[in-house]
């Protein structure tokens, strides 16, 4: 079993930033992916980008291209999703996901942190 552990959530002003942590334990070595996403009141929750462990292939969604960076430090077993120039539109809780090399999609969850972004 793998363990997530998500922080640096909190309240920001319209064009601020914020950086959110997720940090794995327990069966870090099997993880190949990691990511995040986001679920905003009222909406399904929504793919914000990932990371590939090995590589370190970042994808993105369109919403936040440009603004949010991810990236991992693979020796702390622990990755990161830089937001900047933040809207009121990324109000939502974060959660940070894995997958595991065995899986076909993401079987591991953070908790969620909740973000918002006041204008």
């Known amino acids: 079993q793998v363990q997530l552990v998500e922080s640096g959530g909190g309240l920001v002003q319209a064009g601020g930033s914020l950086r959110l942590s997720c940090t794995a334990s327990g069966r870090t070595w099997s993880l190949v992916d990691m990511g995040w996403f986001r679920q905003a009141p009222g909406k399904e929750r929504e793919f914000v980008t990932s990371i590939t462990r090995y590589g370190g292939r970042a994808d993105y969604a369109d919403s936040v291209k440009g603004r949010f960076t991810v990236s991992r430090d693979n020796a702390k077993n622990t990755w990161y999703l830089q937001m900047n120039s933040l809207e009121p539109e990324d109000t939502a809780v974060y959660y940070c996901?894995?997958?595991?090399?065995?899986?076909?999609?993401?079987?591991?969850w953070g908790q969620g942190t909740q973000v918002t972004v006041s204008s």
């Open positions: 996901a894995a997958r595991a090399r065995e899986s076909t999609s993401y079987n591991y």
